[in-house]
């Protein structure tokens, strides 16, 4: 295991208004900034698409599948993710972390991990540079291209990384048992996977699945043998708590021992 890494998804419901076009969440930002600044550990953060990425993708019919999309639209997603990404650079420079945006199209080839890019952001993250990179549409090869969402970016970076908290940062608390109850799952065994816990769902206007999505790729990274914590981001305490390992209002998803 690569020492004390904290890898963090900040979900689109938390960076962005998820039902506003085109609206980053600056206070939500500003806050989560803030917080980072209380960590002293390597930190890589993945942010998702919001009302950025998922405006267009949806707009241009564009999905996690292989296609021939249109290709002004493989343009205009990329283009608002990009503006996301400054966004939120911004906001972490203002506070004085040291954030380096780079699109996952450095990181990995379509769906794949270029490892040896991956081993180069932990390296990084080691010399206090905070990596910050997001979901974006990806080539795949010949004239298709696909979406790749944060939460599968994130599966790919944990399993080459192995960080020791993986943290994913959405609008809700973490799991809930039901949609009617909201009462809140404390923790998930891998063994739960097929048991009916209903996942809160996120809105129409997500091309990747919304927390279904987190949820899956919690369990493929905690068949891994990692835990995976996920939180709400709207209260920044949350997240410097998750990754000093002292939360108290979450879920984690227990990673499988060998
Ligand atoms: O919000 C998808 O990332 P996600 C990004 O993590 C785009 O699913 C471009 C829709």
Not at 184 to 199: P, T
Request: aromatic fraction near 6%.
């Amino acid at each position: 295991m690569l020492q004390g890494l904290t890898l963090i998804k900040l979900g689109g419901s938390v960076v962005t208004f998820k039902e506003k076009p085109l609206a980053a969440n600056i206070d939500a930002i500003d806050g989560i900034s803030r917080a980072l600044t209380q960590l002293d550990v390597p930190i890589i953060i993945v942010h998702g698409g919001g009302s950025f990425g998922h405006y267009w993708s949806v707009k241009y019919d564009m999905h996690t599948k292989s296609a021939n999309y249109d290709i002004h639209g493989v343009s205009i997603v990329h283009e608002s993710m990009i503006a996301l990404n400054q966004i939120i650079v911004n906001s972490m420079i203002r506070v004085g972390l040291n954030p380096y945006g780079m699109p996952p199209s450095a990181l990995t080839t379509g769906h794949k991990p270029i490892v040896a890019k991956i081993k180069h952001i932990y390296a990084m993250a080691q010399s206090k540079i905070i990596p910050v990179t997001f979901g974006d549409v990806v080539y795949v090869g010949g004239t298709k291209y696909s979406i790749l969402s944060g939460d599968a970016l994130m599966t790919i970076l944990a399993r080459v990384l192995r960080p020791l908290r993986i943290i994913f940062a959405t609008n809700v608390d973490g799991v809930y048992k039901d949609r009617v109850s909201r009462e809140l799952v404390n923790e998930i065994q891998i063994e739960d996977k097929r048991r009916s816990i209903e996942f809160f769902k996120a809105s129409d206007t997500d091309a990747t699945g919304g927390m279904q999505r987190k949820v899956t790729e919690a369990f493929k990274i905690a068949s891994h043998g990692m835990d995976v914590v996920m939180i709400n981001g709207l209260l920044p305490e949350r997240i410097t708590e998750a990754a000093e390992g002292t939360l108290k209002i979450g879920t984690v998803v227990k990673g499988r021992k060998s």
